[in-house]
T-cell receptor, first 117, second 113 residues
Framework: GAVVSQHPSWVICKSGTSVKIECRSLDFQATTMFWYRQFPKQSLMLMATSNEGSKATYEQGVEKDKFLINHASLTLSTLTVTSAHPEDSSFYICSAPARVGAKNIQYFGAGTRLSVL | GESVGLHLPTLSVQEGDNSIINCAYS??????FIWYKQESGKGPQFIID?????DKRQGQRVTVLLNKTVKHLSLQIAATQPGDSAVYFC????????????FGSGTKLNVKP
């Protein structure tokens, strides 16, 4: 099946620094990717839709200046958490749809655990 | 976004028994649902899907049931195995973007050997 790779899998940073997370579709192209945030023992919350070659669209309540998304190619989307604070500590997961037969299946990355000190 | 929720936060079953995980959704116009399995520290993995024009769909050891009257989904796992231990989410497709999904709160399945 299709593979979505995230990097890094785990990052620790100091408060006030920025962190970039990469999401790659390894064996297929994705004009759209999605970024989710997941707190411990909670569900995935959709943050934004990453659109190749155009601006990302953010879900209500998500600060676009805080979570910068860039989708510069058909296989790469990046999420930058700017001026990170401890409350930004979370598990960030990306997904990309791939065509399987007659339907689009969302494939998820393994996630990135962000810890802000 | 759409609201999808679950009845039970945790479920413990004996190995070999059948498991039933439930999910309620709020938007009666929703037309497509997916069940995902998430193991600790990993991203969600597709299990099975169902369209709103169906009541039931079967996969390998899994069955999804959809009751549109009461806006309820369930995932049935037959002969539950230790490897089935994980958190299970139902997800509802967005009405205006067919690639956008909204997740329910999740049920943790513990399989006792």
């Amino acid at each position: 099946g299709a593979v979505v790779s995230q990097h890094p899998s785990w990052v620790i940073c100091k408060s006030g620094t920025s962190v970039k997370i990469e999401c790659r579709s390894l064996d297929f192209q994705a004009t759209t990717m999605f970024w989710y945030r997941q707190f411990p023992k909670q569900s995935l919350m959709l943050m934004a839709t990453s659109n190749e070659g155009s601006k990302a669209t953010y879900e209500q309540g998500v600060e676009k200046d805080k979570f910068l998304i860039n989708h510069a190619s058909l296989t790469l989307s990046t999420l930058t958490v700017t001026s990170a604070h401890p409350e930004d500590s979370s598990f960030y997961i990306c997904s990309a749809p791939a065509r399987v037969g007659a339907k689009n299946i969302q494939y998820f990355g393994a996630g990135t655990r962000l810890s802000v000190l | 976004g759409e609201s999808v929720g679950l009845h039970l936060p945790t479920l413990s079953v004996q190995e070999g028994d059948n498991s039933i995980i439930n999910c309620a959704y709020s938007n009666s116009a929703s037309d497509y649902f997916i069940w995902y399995k998430q193991e600790s520290g990993k991203g969600p993995q597709f299990i099975i899907d169902i369209r709103s024009n169906m009541d039931k769909r079967q996969g390998q050891r899994v069955t999804v049931l959809l009751n549109k009257t009461v806006k309820h989904l369930s995932l049935q796992i037959a002969a539950t195995q230790p490897g089935d231990s994980a958190v299970y989410f139902c997800a509802e497709r967005g009405l205006y973007n067919f690639n956008k999904f909204y997740f329910g709160s999740g049920t943790k399945l513990n399989v006792k050997p």
